[in-house]
T-cell receptor, first 111, second 109 residues
Framework: EAQVTQNPRYLITVTGKKLTVTCSQN?????MSWYRQDPGLGLRQIYY???????DKGDVPEGYKVSRKEKRNFPLILESPSPNQTSLYFC??????????FGPGTRLLVL | SQQGEEDPQALSIQEGENATMNCSYK?????LQWYRQNSGRGLVHLIL?????REKHSGRLRVTLDTSKKSSSLLITASRAADTASYFC?????????FGAGTTVTVRA
């Protein structure tokens, strides 16, 4: 089944404790992207990747890192999480930007 | 990058009625997409309309695009309870996809 998976789905952590949210897709898509969703603000793009080893900043990249060492994986790294990074995070992939396939989301709470 | 602005923020309709929501934007785009999200789940792509198109249909969905007014509308005809969701427009400009805050649609039985 074609899908985008994210892990973990729920995470509670404390300020400053490094964490990684994994994202994997099995559709051989070149394009992958991370978004955060906050009430009233819609989805905002954090980082995107056009292909392996090619990443670029979205609208809200501060406090996040990504890597794209393999085509199928695009992990999101929070080196030193802060409470303002509490959010719902989505990973998405597509063969271009025209139809994005979204993962189920990761709810992060930073205390 | 610019975000689309959806209007209204929320919409409540009776089953069988039509639902219309609008999206406005400020600068030129390559295409505009509409997505649906059910209660905190991942978004699902509904339909894409290119900048040189004026109208597209997909099942009960009808999308229009007016590039002179920089606006788009999504019409859902003969709504069903399963259409209860949030709907987002997304602006595609050079590989960056920008979403609006969404319209929450509630379909009453």
């Amino acid at each position: 089944e074609a899908q985008v998976t994210q892990n973990p789905r729920y995470l509670i952590t404390v300020t400053g404790k490094k964490l990684t949210v994994t994202c994997s897709q099995n559709m051989n898509h070149e394009y992958m992207s991370w978004y955060r969703q906050d009430p009233g603000l819609g989805l905002r793009q954090i980082y995107y990747s056009m292909n392996v080893e090619v990443t670029d900043k979205g609208d809200v990249p501060e406090g996040y890192k990504v890597s794209r060492k393999e085509k199928r994986n695009f992990p999101l790294i929070l080196e030193s999480p802060s409470p303002n990074q509490t959010s719902l995070y989505f990973c998405a992939s597509s063969s271009n930007t025209e139809t994005q396939y979204f993962g189920p989301g990761t709810r992060l709470l930073v205390l | 990058s610019q975000q689309g602005e959806e209007d209204p923020q929320a919409l409540s309709i009776q089953e069988g009625e039509n639902a219309t929501m609008n999206c406005s934007y400020k600068t030129s785009i390559n295409n505009l997409q509409w997505y649906r999200q059910n209660s905190g789940r991942g978004l699902v792509h509904l339909i894409l309309i290119r900048s040189n198109e004026r109208e597209k249909h997909s099942g009960r969905l009808r999308v229009t695009l007016d590039t002179s007014k920089k606006s788009s509308s999504l019409l859902i005809t003969a709504s069903r309870a399963a259409d209860t969701a949030s709907y987002f427009c997304a602006l595609d400009n050079d590989y960056k996809l920008s979403f609006g805050a969404g319209t929450t649609v509630t379909v009453r039985a």
